[in-house]
């Protein structure tokens, strides 16, 4: 839920960034007959199609299931697609009820979930303690979604207390792996695989969903300990479940994609993300692995890759301009990996780390300040580290040439 995504905040370089968005005209058709996009009927696996599921709605605005139906397709088919437009329609079908002063649990729950998917951390933590307070059943759901959303700012030790108390309301492989990723975040990554992969092993009925997610913690614990072997089998695994539920993950392939990067092996990049031309994400992904061919030799991968480049980077002006501040990262990594500007990078970086406090963000961070010759910058990184106990062999060389050069 929580994947790639930013808070809302004003941008200090929006003007700038307006410019430079209104520099090319919009594109207009040759004619009328000109085809622009070819659109697919957004569906679930074994549900309704969206417009299905919205005719049912608007034909009683006032039943609240069938708002409920239509907001809850509309917000998992935005974390699958990553297509903004769905959050709106989860909105509007949730306002009669969101717009009160005291909203259904089942309500309040939903919209927690869409201000976390826009980034609006403050509201969707209102929501969710309002619910952990009260007595409905919503409550387990809202302390679990807490903790991951803690696990996401970097603070384990506040993570863990919640997946403590959600623990023996959900089941063994979900409280399982909220407390692996806890544990694992606050420096025991070797011991919360090892009861993870334990609870994977006894859960082989659990559903798809919840398999997947914990596959994707056990690869990611596996890889800060430097087992890439077992991260690889995790990963397989989990992509394996994703494809069997014709469904789609863009966090997961998103970790893939990295470390079949970090492993050197742009050509199975290609071939994982071909399929997802549409995803912010994983066209990053596939712009790195094409810039590496392109190192190789491939002409045609270089200048795909710089065209993607291009278009990706417009797409995140566009997203700055409207105050969106979804995929800061992923503009870092841009910038530093593909425009080669490693201070826009670490600007950027810096704006993310005030929100997510990951891992993969302390790595890109570190590269950042490095590479812009700024390490002074990588403090406040460096002090969640102390604080946080994190282990993760991927920093080591970032850490070592940070340190050596702050101690000068």
């Known amino acids: 839920m929580l994947h790639g995504t930013r808070v809302l905040a004003t941008l200090a370089g929006l003007v700038c960034i307006a410019a430079a968005a209104a520099m090319e005209p919009a594109y207009t058709p040759r004619s009328d007959g000109e085809v622009l996009e070819r659109l697919t009927v957004p569906r679930l696996p074994g549900m309704a199609t969206l417009s299905e599921l919205r ?13 409920l139906a239509y907001a809850r397709a509309a917000l998992e088919l935005h974390r699958r697609d990553e297509d903004p437009r769905y959050l709106g329609y989860s909105e509007a079908a949730l306002r009669p009820w ?19 998917a826009r980034m609006d951390i403050a509201g969707a933590e209102q929501d969710l303690q309002a619910l952990i307070d009260s007595a409905a059943p919503e409550q387990h759901a809202a302390r679990l979604t807490r903790a991951h959303l803690r696990l996401s700012q970097g603070d384990p030790a506040s993570a863990l207390a919640d997946c403590l108390a959600v623990a023996s309301n959900v089941s063994p492989l979900v409280a399982a792996n909220c407390l692996a990723g806890a544990r694992g975040l606050g420096g025991d990554p070797a011991g919360a695989l090892a009861v993870l992969e334990q609870s994977l092993g006894a859960s082989a009925a659990a559903p798809l969903s919840i398999a997947i997610a914990a596959d994707r913690t056990a690869a990611e614990l596996a890889l800060r300990i430097g087992r890439a072997d077992v991260a690889r089998v995790h990963f397989e695994r989990a992509i394996g479940r994703m494809r069997a539920g014709q469904t789609t993950d ?15 092996q742009p050509v199975q990049v290609q071939v994982l993300l071909a399929p997802y031309p549409r995803h912010d994400t994983l066209v990053l992904r596939l712009a790195l692995a094409e810039r590496a061919l392109g190192f190789g030799g491939d002409a045609a991968a270089a200048a795909t890759a710089n065209a993607r480049t291009h278009s990706l980077a417009r797409r995140f002006q566009d997203m700055r301009v409207r105050r969106d501040s979804t995929h800061l990262r992923e503009q870092a990594m841009l910038e530093l990996q593909l425009r080669q500007d ?5 600007r950027l970086m810096q704006r993310s780390w005030a929100l997510l ?50 101690r000068r």
Do not use: F
């Open 250 to 264: 863009p966090g997961l392939l998103a970790a893939y994609a990295d470390y079949l990067l970090d492993g050197r």
């Open 98 to 116: 969101s717009d009160r002063p005291r909203p259904p649990p089942e309500v309040l729950l939903m919209r927690a979930g869409v201000r976390l």
């Open 357 to 406: 406090r990951e891992p993969v963000d302390a790595r890109v961070y570190l590269q950042a300040a490095l590479e812009s010759r700024e390490p002074d910058a990588a403090r406040p990184v460096l002090d969640w580290l102390a604080r946080t106990g994190l282990l993760d062999v991927r920093l080591a060389p970032e850490l070592a040439a940070i340190r050596n050069v702050v």
């Open 55 to 67: 005719n049912l709605w608007l034909a009683q605005p006032a039943h609240l299931p069938g708002a």
């Open 342 to 346: 490693p201070g826009a990078a670490l």
